[in-house]
C-alpha cells in the first residue's frame, strides 16, 4: 500500500458526460501528479501540483482540467468525454522538495469507460 | 525534445538467470534515473534511483547501471523469479521542468519456472 488514495476505482459514463476524480495524496506528501495510462500510449504525464499551485503541464487536453485543495488532495476532471479517453488514470504524490529527486508514490488507479 | 527508449518486446527467460533491462535516452543529460515496476491493472511502485555520478546501485537482488556517455541505464535482476514477471519503467526528469517525470513505455519481463 503506497498511502495514496483514488477514487472511484470504476467509473463508467457516456460520450459527452463530465467526470471528476479524486486523489489523496500520502500524509506529508505537498506534491500530486496525474497520469494518463491506456493501452497504446504508456503512462502520459498530465499535470503536477504543489502545495496547491500547478508547478508542471504536460499533454492535459483543454477538456481535462485539475485542481487542488488547501487539504492537498487532488481532484482532475474530465468533461466532454469521448470514446478516446477511456484509460487508467493514476494519481501520484512526492515530498516536493525543490530541485530533488522526486520519487512518486502510485495509487491504484481509476479506470475509465466511456462507451 | 527528450525521448526514453525501451524494449518494447517482452523479455522471457529461465527462473534462476539474470534478467537485464535497456533503458536508452536522448537529447538531454538527466540528473538522476529511476526503475519502477508495475503489476497488470496496477500503479507503478519505485524501485530504484541512481544519480548521475553514480556508476552503480544495487538493492537486494537487482542492479542498476548509468552511463552516462551512451546514455543508457541497465536493470539487472539476478537469480529471477516468477514472482518477479511484471512490467518495468524507467523514468527520467523532465528536460524543461525537473517537476516532470517522463516515463517509458516499459519492458514486460517474464520468468518462467
Known amino acids: 500500500d503506497s498511502g495514496v488514495t483514488q477514487t472511484p476505482k470504476h467509473l463508467i459514463t457516456a460520450t459527452g458526460q463530465r467526470v471528476t476524480l479524486r486523489c489523496s495524496p500520502r500524509?506529508?506528501?505537498?506534491?500530486v501528479y496525474w497520469y494518463q495510462q491506456s493501452l497504446d500510449q504508456g503512462l502520459q504525464f498530465l499535470i503536477q501540483?504543489?502545495?496547491?499551485?500547478?508547478?508542471a503541464k504536460g499533454n492535459i487536453l483543454e477538456r481535462f482540467s485539475a485542481q487542488q485543495f488547501p487539504d492537498l488532495h487532488s481532484e482532475l476532471n474530465l468533461s466532454s468525454l469521448e470514446l478516446g479517453d477511456s484509460a487508467l488514470y493514476f494519481c501520484?504524490?512526492?515530498?516536493?522538495?525543490?530541485?530533488?529527486?522526486?520519487?512518486?508514490?502510485f495509487g491504484p488507479g481509476t479506470r475509465l469507460l466511456v462507451l | 525534445s527528450q525521448k526514453i527508449e525501451q524494449n518494447s518486446e517482452a523479455l522471457n527467460i529461465q527462473e534462476g538467470k539474470t534478467a537485464t533491462l535497456t533503458c536508452n535516452y536522448t537529447?538531454?543529460?538527466?540528473?538522476?534515473l529511476q526503475w519502477y515496476r508495475q503489476d497488470p491493472g496496477r500503479g507503478p511502485v519505485f524501485l530504484l534511483l541512481?544519480?548521475?555520478?553514480?556508476k552503480e546501485k544495487r538493492k537486494e537482488r537487482l542492479k542498476v547501471t548509468f552511463d552516462t556517455t551512451l546514455k543508457q541505464s541497465l536493470f539487472h535482476i539476478t537469480a529471477s523469479q516468477p514472482a518477479d514477471s511484471a512490467t518495468y519503467l524507467c523514468?527520467?526528469?523532465?528536460?524543461?521542468?525537473?517537476?516532470?517525470?517522463?516515463f517509458g513505455s516499459g519492458t514486460r519481463l517474464s520468468i518462467r519456472p
Open positions: 501540483y504543489y502545495n496547491g499551485e500547478e508547478r
Open positions: 500524509s506529508g506528501d505537498l506534491s
Open positions: 541512481i544519480r548521475e555520478n553514480e
Open positions: 537529447n538531454y543529460s538527466p540528473a538522476y
Open positions: 501520484a504524490s512526492s515530498v516536493g522538495i525543490a530541485g530533488g529527486p522526486e520519487t512518486q508514490y
Open positions: 523514468a527520467l526528469p523532465g528536460y524543461s521542468s525537473a517537476s516532470k517525470i517522463i
